[in-house]
């Protein structure tokens, strides 16, 4: 039973620990929508780049995303990177969270970040370990929600202690490295009418980093323009 406002974040893709596509609470329209470009994406790198394309994908960065409504059916932030299942089979690992009718805005710049750093952790432990999917659900759980919420119902006093245990063990492990957000403003995208989605790349010691954004819907472009391998 979900008793975090975080929980909600969803996910799915390909894990190293499992031999199939895996994820948890991501809504079917969405998920036949995002699981359609990437499919679409993939084969485009196929078709480009047939010798490499393996190569090209995996050794790609992963990036933070925030969508509004028009492009993901509701607000969404999250981030996304390339993975593979256990029997080799390559296709990236999706993690986000909606917002949803008790979420009418995005939270403060810090909330997010804190978001936004502990999907990343997570992200990478789940590739690196690897993390089994109730481990990468735990984790993600403990984590803040990236939305303002209207008035919530308070939690149970040992709920709570139980919630905030997590979140301060995930924080001592130094896991979450801080978030460079991007310039845009990232309010204005959730704004009523906006199209722009905004993708960046925190710098790392392998990677620069990179912010672009980009009307209207998901298309091939997109995807190998994050997947490309090559920009550092």
Do not use: N
């Not at 975090?4 to 079917?28: E, Q, Y």
């Not at 480009?48 to 059916?73: C, D, K, M, N, Y």
């Amino acid at each position: 039973m979900s008793t975090s406002p975080s929980i909600d974040a969803c996910w799915f893709g390909k894990l190293p620990s499992i031999g199939d596509f895996v994820g948890r609470r991501m809504p079917h329209a969405l998920a036949t929508d995002w699981d359609y470009w990437l499919r679409s994406g993939l084969d485009q790198l196929r078709s480009e780049a047939p010798e490499s394309w393996t190569q090209r994908f995996i050794h790609s960065p992963i990036w933070f995303f925030l969508t509004p409504a028009p492009v993901t059916g509701v607000p969404a932030c999250g981030v996304i990177a390339p993975s593979v299942d256990r029997v080799g089979r390559f296709y990236p690992l999706t993690v986000m969270s909606l917002a949803g009718a008790q979420q009418q805005a995005m939270a403060e710049p810090a909330t997010l970040s804190r978001f936004l750093a502990g999907a990343h952790a997570a992200v990478v432990d789940a590739r690196r370990l690897p993390l089994s999917p109730d481990e990468l659900d735990a984790r993600l759980a403990a984590l803040p929600s990236p939305f303002e919420h209207r008035a919530a119902p308070a939690m149970p006093p040992l709920i709570a202690d139980i919630l905030a245990d997590l979140e301060a063990a995930s924080e001592a492990t130094g896991a979450a490295s801080p978030v460079a957000m991007p310039s845009a403003d990232l309010r204005s995208v959730l704004a009523k009418g906006a199209d722009s989605s905004v993708w960046w790349v925190s710098p790392t010691a392998q990677w620069s980093f990179q912010e672009f954004s980009l009307g209207g819907a998901l298309h091939r472009p997109l995807f190998l323009r994050l997947f490309q391998g090559a920009s550092r």
